[in-house]
């Protein structure tokens, strides 16, 4: 827990998003701004910036609270030096799933839209109250977001949690 | 006015009410909507999981319109901003576009590099390439004994970096002057730029409560008849999720809330029901029966 690893604002900084974190002077405009903060203070964007840029990367990466972002970018508009922290999160939460640590929902979604290749599936029933209702039918989905996801390998990237 | 409507999943799956209403007040506004069948989810769920498939997935559905030379209408507003950041990236990086154009073809996934299209979300384009001044030639019954809250949402106005006319995210104007254009009078009020909790929604329905509430106890305490949002994800929390959020807090709101089309709609003289208006989750009836519809 305590093991350092210096490199980590590096790896952050690598991913797509990222790159702002080196730019933090830390005065806390994000943390003051976050409506998550204002619930649940176990959730401090200021504070994931300095924990990233000491290097705790097994205990960012592993924790909880890098889920609890609602991306409604108040800290990004706010943000006087630019570092753009809703992206920011994304890319701590890209390297957490590279590591294994993928919260359930997001499975959960995945292996929806890989199905219906969206969040609901639209079957036959749905369409007969659409048309009764004037709308157009809606059909099934061509298994696009499938093959996508077979492509970038995104099940063997999620699954990594299960070999742990 | 001709544009690829792009549904997204939670308006199909949960916001047939507002899909009725769009397709209504564009019909009467001379707005065509064109529906593709090879638009799939824009991405928005993956973005925080794997930021390659995100960018894909939301390529494929601009290419998708590109191939019609079409411009993307969105409703909801998670879609709006993941189409238009994918699309501004795909716009200043050809080498990216090239990249992900030949990798989805090498793999079955055949489009032809077309011309830059647009994204742009419902609302917007009422406000700019409608215009308050045309919608107001088509009014046809004043709301003008409605109290009205506005929701913006945060994905409509943020990042201001990916959107072309940018509003001020801590000041903005076009929800409030398009709830104006119906008569209705659009309220000021201290939570109107509140989050709405969704983005936390699948992690924790506790937090995202918590964070829907103070809203609810602004408004649920002064004259407002009903909130007016546009996006489904909003709506989900305040409208599908109001008697779940009353019951955690023991509190009671019992407040409407309204797609803007739906409001619109009533404004340009369309029938209720034809404009969702049974479906929504909390009660309409008593702000129908207000102004006589």
Request: glycine share 8%.
């Amino acid at each position: 827990m305590t093991e350092l690893s210096p490199k980590f604002k590096y790896e952050v900084a690598q991913e797509p998003g990222g790159e702002g974190i080196k730019l933090c002077f830390a005065c806390g405009i994000c943390t003051a701004s976050c409506p998550i903060r204002a619930i649940d203070e176990g959730y401090n964007p200021r504070r994931i910036i300095r924990m990233v840029l000491l290097g705790m990367k097994q205990r960012v990466l592993s924790s909880d609270f890098i889920w609890f972002c609602s991306s409604c970018y108040a800290c990004t508009e706010r943000c006087p030096q630019g570092v753009k922290f809703t992206d920011v999160m994304n890319a701590i939460k890209n390297l957490a799933v590279k590591q294994g640590y993928v919260p359930t929902p997001f499975v959960q979604q995945i292996d929806i839209l890989k199905r219906f290749g969206r969040l609901y599936e639209i079957d036959e029933f749905d369409n007969k109250k659409r048309a009764g209702f004037g709308l157009p039918k809606v059909e099934k989905a061509r298994g696009f977001t499938k093959k996508i996801m077979e492509m970038t390998e995104l099940e063997q990237i999620i699954l990594r949690k299960n070999e742990k | 006015m001709k544009y690829a409507l792009y549904p997204g999943c939670t308006v199909l799956g949960r916001g047939r009410n507002y899909e009725m209403a769009a397709r209504q007040v564009a019909r009467v506004l001379g707005i065509e909507f064109v529906d593709l069948d090879d638009f799939e989810c824009c991405g928005f769920p993956i973005k925080s999981v794997h930021y390659e498939t995100f960018m894909m997935m939301g390529a494929r559905n601009i290419f998708a319109a590109e191939q019609k030379e079409l411009d993307i209408c969105t409703l909801c507003s998670a879609c709006t901003g993941s189409l238009t950041e994918v699309n501004k990236h795909l716009i200043e990086h050809f080498d990216e576009k090239t990249r992900i154009v030949s990798t989805l073809k090498k793999n079955g996934i055949n489009y032809r590099m077309g011309r830059n299209i647009a994204v742009k979300h419902f609302a917007k384009i009422l406000y700019e390439d409608v215009g308050i001044n045309e919608i107001q030639k088509l009014i046809r019954k004043r709301l003008s004994n409605l109290n009205i809250a506005a929701h913006y949402g945060c994905h409509y106005l943020k990042p201001t970096d990916i959107y072309k006319n940018p509003e001020d995210p801590e000041n903005p104007h076009t929800l409030d002057e398009l709830i104006s254009v119906t008569g209705a009078n659009s309220i000021n009020y201290s939570e109107k730029l509140s989050c709405c909790g969704a983005g936390v929604l699948a992690i924790s329905e506790d937090l995202a409560y918590s964070i829907a509430r103070p809203k609810f106890q602004e408004l649920s305490g002064n004259s407002t008849d009903a909130m007016v949002l546009i996006c489904p994800f909003c709506s989900v929390m305040y409208d599908d999720n109001q008697k779940k959020i009353e019951k955690k807090f023991g509190e009671k709101y019992n407040l409407p809330v309204l797609y803007y089309p739906q409001l619109l709609g009533l404004a340009l003289g369309i029938d209720a029901k034809l404009l969702g208006l049974r479906m929504n989750r909390v009660s309409t009836r008593a702000l129908l029966e207000k102004i006589g519809a």
